[in-house]
C-alpha cells in the first residue's frame, strides 16, 4: 500500500511538474528577446510623446500602445499574434494589408476641411506639388541602395508625410515593408512641429518672414460645392488608380459644403474617423512584432524616411522664394507656408502659423498655409497613384 501511495505520489508530482514547465514556457518572460525588449521601449517613447509632450495623441497613443501589445513574447501557434491566421489582430489587421482604412481616413478628412483657401488662391497649389518632389527623390534614393522599384515606391510616399497614403500603397506594393513604412510615416507626421521649423529658418530670411498675405477672399457656397466635383472628375481622370482615396476624400468634402448632408457629414468627421484611427494606429502599432520589424530594411528605411520629410519641406519652402521672383511686391507669398505643402493637415499649417507669429505678433499665416496644406493631401493621393499605375 505504501509503494502505491509513493508511486501515485510521484506520479502526482511529475504531472505537476510537467504542467508547471509549460506554463512557465508560454510566458512572455520565457519568449523575450532583447528585439522584443528594443520594441517596449520604442512604444513607450511613442506614449511619451503623445501624452507628456501632446504630439499628435490621437495618433500616436493608439500606435504606441499598439507596440506594446505586438511585442509581448509568446509562443508560436497560439493564434494570438498578428501575423497568425486566425487570430482576432489578424482579422482587424485585414483592413490595412488590404488598404481598406485609409480610404475611410480620407472619407473623414474631406469631411473636416475647409478648401476654401485653396479655392481661393489657387495658386496655392503649386506649393502642394513642389512638396510631392521629396517623394520622387526618395524614390530615385531608395533605388540607388538597392531596393526594388515597387519597394521604393513605397519608401518614397513617406515624403508625402500622409500616414494613410503611406498604408494603402505600401499595401499594394510591398506588403513586407508595411510595418517599417507605416510607422515611419506616421512618426514624421507627429514630429512635425520639431522637424519643420529649423528647416524653415534655414531657407528663409528675417525679411522673408515678416511678410504679410492679402486675406484670402472670400469663397461662395456656389464655388465650395463645385470644387469637389470638378476636383474629382479633373484628378481621377489623370490618374485613375487614385480613385480610392481621390474619390472617398472629395465625396466627403461634399457631403460637408453641400449643406443637406449634415448628419452624414458629421458621422464621417467625427465618430467613424475616430474608430477607424483607432483600428489604424492600433495594428499598425502592434505588426511591429521584433521577430518581422527589427532589420536592417527598416533602420533604412527610417533614414530615407527622415530624407524624404527633410526634401519635401525644403522643397515647398524653396518653391515659394522661387514662386515670389515672378510675383509683384503686393501679391507675395511668405515662404514660411512652403512647409504646409506636405499633407500632415493641419499640423504643418499650424507650425507656420506658430512661426509667423514668433517674427510678427500681427502675422496671422494659417488660412494661408491651410491651402497648400489640402493641396499636398491631393497631391499626395496624386502622388501615389502615379506610382501604383507603373510600379503595380
Known amino acids: 500500500m505504501l509503494a502505491e501511495v509513493t508511486t501515485a505520489s510521484k506520479g502526482f508530482l511529475a504531472f505537476l511538474g510537467d504542467n508547471l514547465h509549460q506554463i512557465i514556457a ?33 495618433l500616436l497613443v493608439p500606435i504606441g500602445f499598439g507596440i506594446l501589445v505586438g511585442n509581448i513574447p509568446f509562443s508560436p501557434g497560439m493564434e494570438i499574434g498578428i501575423y497568425e491566421d486566425g487570430s482576432v489582430l489578424n482579422y482587424l489587421y485585414f483592413g490595412v494589408i488590404k488598404g481598406i482604412y485609409p480610404p475611410l481616413i480620407f472619407l473623414g478628412i474631406g469631411a ?31 533605388l540607388a541602395l538597392g531596393f526594388t522599384a515597387a519597394e521604393a515606391g513605397a519608401i518614397g510616399i513617406i515624403g508625402g508625410a500622409d500616414g494613410p497614403t503611406a498604408i494603402f500603397l505600401t499595401s499594394k506594393l510591398a506588403p513586407d515593408l508595411l510595418g517599417a513604412i507605416s510607422i515611419s510615416a506616421y512618426s514624421y507626421m507627429a514630429l512635425v512641429p520639431v522637424i519643420q521649423p529649423p528647416v524653415m529658418r534655414l531657407f528663409t530670411t528675417k525679411k522673408e518672414r515678416l511678410i504679410h498675405m492679402k486675406p484670402p477672399r472670400q469663397v461662395s457656397t456656389t464655388e465650395k460645392v ?15 488608380s487614385a480613385i480610392p482615396l481621390l474619390g472617398t476624400l472629395f465625396f466627403g468634402n461634399l ?16 465618430s467613424m474617423t475616430d474608430i477607424v484611427t483607432i483600428l489604424l494606429g492600433f495594428t499598425v502599432g502592434a505588426s511591429t512584432q521584433a521577430t518581422t520589424f527589427l532589420t536592417p530594411k527598416s533602420l533604412y528605411i527610417f533614414i530615407m524616411g527622415a ?10 519652402v524653396l518653391f515659394v522664394k522661387f514662386f515670389n521672383l515672378f510675383l509683384p511686391k503686393d501679391a507675395k507669398i511668405n515662404p514660411l507656408i512652403g512647409n504646409a505643402g506636405v499633407s500632415a493637415v493641419p499640423a504643418a499649417a499650424r507650425v507656420s502659423q506658430d512661426m509667423g507669429l514668433r517674427y510678427d505678433k500681427t502675422n496671422y499665416l494659417l488660412m494661408h498655409a491651410m491651402g497648400p496644406n489640402v493641396a499636398g493631401v491631393i497631391g499626395s493621393a496624386v502622388a501615389a497613384g502615379v506610382l501604383l499605375a507603373f510600379l503595380a
Not at 476641411?113 to 520622387?136: C, E, H, R, Y
Not at 453641400?258 to 457629414?265: D, E, F, I, S, Y
Open 26 to 58: 508560454n510566458t512572455g518572460f520565457a519568449n523575450v528577446t532583447t528585439g522584443h525588449l528594443i520594441m517596449i521601449g520604442v512604444g513607450l517613447f511613442f506614449l511619451y510623446l503623445a501624452i507628456s509632450r501632446n504630439f499628435e495623441p490621437m
Open 226 to 240: 463645385l470644387f469637389p466635383i470638378i476636383g474629382l472628375l479633373l484628378t481621377t481622370f489623370v490618374v485613375p
Open 307 to 316: 530624407c524624404a520629410f527633410f526634401v519635401a519641406s525644403s522643397c515647398g
Open 112 to 142: 473636416m476641411t475647409d478648401f476654401s483657401a485653396l479655392i481661393s488662391n489657387p495658386k496655392l497649389m503649386l506649393v502642394g506639388a513642389a512638396a510631392q518632389i521629396g517623394i520622387f527623390a526618395t524614390y530615385m534614393g531608395a
Open 255 to 270: 457631403l460637408k459644403e453641400c449643406g443637406v448632408t449634415k448628419r452624414l457629414a458629421n458621422t464621417a468627421s467625427g
